[in-house]
């Protein structure tokens, strides 16, 4: 007898399945979340652009999603992203892609992103190492752990990558983890349809190249971990920081108005050509 089609299959380029994640990989789910979303909002694949960087995570978009993909350089997505958006305010523009590429070598195009405010959702997936080329310590990454960089364990400290995309000015930020899926779906539906620079920080594991490093074997062992590590942030907000030592923060961190730069700088630009052809005419 066959198997029911899944309607997800819709939205993914199923002519190279089987996919090449690792078995117990978070990339997997978070792929399953976005389409759910964007099934939920009825959004047209065609009327988007999806843009990553290099990682595992970037393949989350690309190949496997069915829009218009740009699989673009490490570090880098949000700036071919915003290049596309500036062009093409019309399409819906997402930005899928790991810790490493968002908060470390591209940390300077996020921060900017969001103080610019412009119209892109980025959901960034934390699995707190470089994933692809062999588990290389991330700023994502939890002090004392052994990574192939730090093999005398990590002595810094990891990057609050949400807290900083708040605090530098975007409309709407969030973080859940894997474990999280329905919220996950609703926060991404948030985000897309948000005006305005909208992220969120995906928690997610890596069993090969960190869970093996912290003594996590599957993928199902991660997840009962941030089950037990995930503290929703208003009940966060009520504790002292050393009670928060160990714990992932999840819920909406931002959701706010602020102007957004695409709209704003079509607006000004077109004020400034009238201004100038009315004083052309003037003259001539
Ligand atoms: C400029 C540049 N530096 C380094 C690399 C090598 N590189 C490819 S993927 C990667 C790490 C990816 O980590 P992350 O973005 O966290 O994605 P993950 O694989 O963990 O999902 C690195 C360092 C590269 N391709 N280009
Ligand atoms: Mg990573």
């Known amino acids: 007898m066959s198997q029911p089609r899944n309607q997800m299959m819709n939205y993914i380029r199923e002519e190279i399945m089987p996919h090449r994640f690792c078995p117990g990989c978070g ?9 759910n979303a964007i099934d939920n909002l009825k959004l047209d694949p065609v009327k988007m652009v999806c843009v990553s960087g290099i990682g595992c995570s970037a393949w989350i978009p690309s190949p496997y999603f069915k829009s218009d993909t740009l699989h673009t350089t490490h570090g880098r997505p949000i700036a071919f992203a915003t290049g596309v958006k500036v062009m093409r305010p019309d399409l819906k523009v997402v930005v899928i892609a790991g810790d490493g590429d968002v908060s470390g070598i591209g940390g300077n195009h996020l921060i900017h992103a969001a103080r610019r405010n412009i119209d892109l959702s980025v959901f960034m997936v934390n699995n707190m190492i470089y994933g692809m080329t062999g588990g290389q310590v991330a700023p994502t990454t939890p002090t004392g752990v052994k990574t192939s960089t730090t093999p005398h364990l990590n002595i810094e400290p990891p990057f609050q990558v949400a807290e900083l995309v708040a605090a530098a000015g975007a409309s709407y930020v969030a973080r859940w983890t894997t474990y999280h899926v ?9 985000a897309i349809t948000k005006q305005g620079f909208s992220f969120i920080e995906i928690v997610s594991q890596c069993p090969d190249n960190y869970g093996r490093r912290i003594g ?7 997840l009962k ?3 037990k590590q995930a503290i929703p942030i208003d009940k966060a907000r009520e504790l002292p920081e050393e009670k928060l030592e160990g714990r992932i923060i999840v819920g909406k961190l931002r959701d706010r108005e602020r102007p957004e730069y695409t709209s704003e700088l079509h607006r000004v630009t077109k004020e400034q050509v009238d201004k100038i052809k ?3 005419e003037k003259i001539s």
């Open 27 to 35: 990339c997997g789910t978070v792929l399953n979340v976005f389409t």
């Open 182 to 190: 329905f919220r996950l779906i609703k926060a991404m539906e948030e």
């Open 216 to 222: 996590l074997r599957t993928g199902v062992e991660f």
């Open 225 to 227: 971990m941030f089950k």
């Open 278 to 280: 009315a004083e052309q």
